[in-house]
């Protein structure tokens, strides 16, 4: 059965040893639901922004002599969004580089001019903002990868935002943030222990994000 935020409440209620039916709004003796969702959902963005499970893919328009482009607005995207990779509309990659590395090889690329282009680098005096290797000569549109925020989940029928495969890999993120607070030495162990497990099956999400290894 799917998992819902009831569901991950209740797990995550057993994991610390502090059940509860979240269906009646009932708390548990340590830890209350509040806290439980808002790890839950913290969960979701930790593991997101080390997997980048959650993309768009969002179109950049080039046009001509114009060398400097802003793929992500700070105003409506949040500040733990990450540029994935780049390409080109066929498909073809548009490669990442640093200045140093174009400095070296191609020295005065600053400059030059060509379509389509080949390398992107990201600069460092604005929030999300590229430079186009080589400066287009006419209008272009590449297609950026970017990490998507999940949404939060609040009514107790929400699904979760990951990938049914690590869904139930949340409670015991949520179960490490509440007994890692409570700092008692028995809590404390088994806290290392969640955050151990949550550890092993992030690191199979990074290596697996779309579960093509799942049995």
Do not use: H
């Amino acid at each position: 059965m799917a998992a819902t935020l009831a569901s991950l409440i209740i797990e995550s209620g057993n994991l610390i040893g502090d059940p509860r039916d979240p269906t009646v709004s009932q708390d548990g003796e340590r830890f209350s639901n509040a806290d439980l969702i808002t790890y839950l959902n913290e969960a979701q963005d930790e593991m997101n922004r080390l997997s980048g499970l959650l993309r768009a893919k969002v179109p950049v328009s080039l046009v001509a002599n114009t060398a400097s482009y802003a793929v992500l607005d700070s105003a409506s995207k949040p500040p733990d969004t990450r540029i994935l990779r780049m390409e080109n509309s066929d498909g073809t990659p548009v490669f990442q580089a640093t200045k140093e590395e174009l400095d070296a090889f191609s020295p005065g690329w600053e400059t030059q001019t060509g379509t389509p282009p080949t390398y992107w680098i990201l600069e460092t005096g604005g929030y999300g903002v590229i430079r186009i290797f080589p400066v287009p000569t006419g209008p272009v549109t590449l297609y950026a990868w970017i990490t998507e925020r999940p949404t939060p989940m609040a009514a107790l029928t929400d699904p979760p935002a990951m990938p049914d495969l690590y869904s139930n890999t949340l409670p015991f993120y949520a179960a490490w943030k509440c007994l890692l607070r409570n700092r008692e030495s028995s809590d404390l162990q088994m806290a290392m222990t969640y955050l151990q497990t949550w550890q092993e099956r992030l690191q199979q999400a990074l290596g697996d994000p779309l579960g093509l290894k799942a049995s």
